[in-house]
């Protein structure tokens, strides 16, 4: 089970990373995926007609727009919680040492990025990955499609994301509030 949860949480933590040559193929994984039926395929049905009807320049220009040239839309969970304040600095530290100590490699995105979250989920036992995901990715995942424009596939993408960690890691009824200091593994 672990293992087939951090490979869905690394496939759209590809997906949710700039396309490359080999996007399309880690997106049909996504779509053959168990964990990814009932209501979450039915909300990434326009994602997958998008990208069955798209040439990969036509998805990497949207995927620019929409997540890279929009401070809405951003997939920087840091930005969505603390805006420029001085806490995401902090949030960008420790999520930086959180990727260290996991050996997560970081990417050209920021420590923050979706992407990086995604993976650091993955490797955290379901207690402390259950209570990430209550503090940070379901707030900022919130704030992100609330602020998408109608029609655009990658808000399918997301809303599957969403239903998936909501599945997965069931909403605790005392989880901290979004701006308490990223737990630091010890």
Known sequence: ?????TNTLHVFADLLS???GDYKRRAEDLFRERHVAGEKSE???QYQEFLSKTELGGVEELFTRTFDMNKNTCLEIGWHLYGEDYKRGEFL????QALAEYD???SVELPDHISHCLKLVAVLDQEEATIFVARFLRPALDVILDNF????PFKSLLR???LYLDEE???VDNAPEPDAALHQPG
């Open 1 to 5: 089970m672990m293992e087939q949860r």
């Open 18 to 20: 700039y396309p490359t």
């Open 43 to 45: 909300s990434l049905k």
């Open 93 to 96: 530290v420790r999520m930086r």
């Open 104 to 106: 997560i490699p970081e």
């Open 149 to 152: 424009e109608a029609g655009n």
């Open 160 to 162: 599957t994301l969403q």
């Open 169 to 171: 890691y069931q909403p």
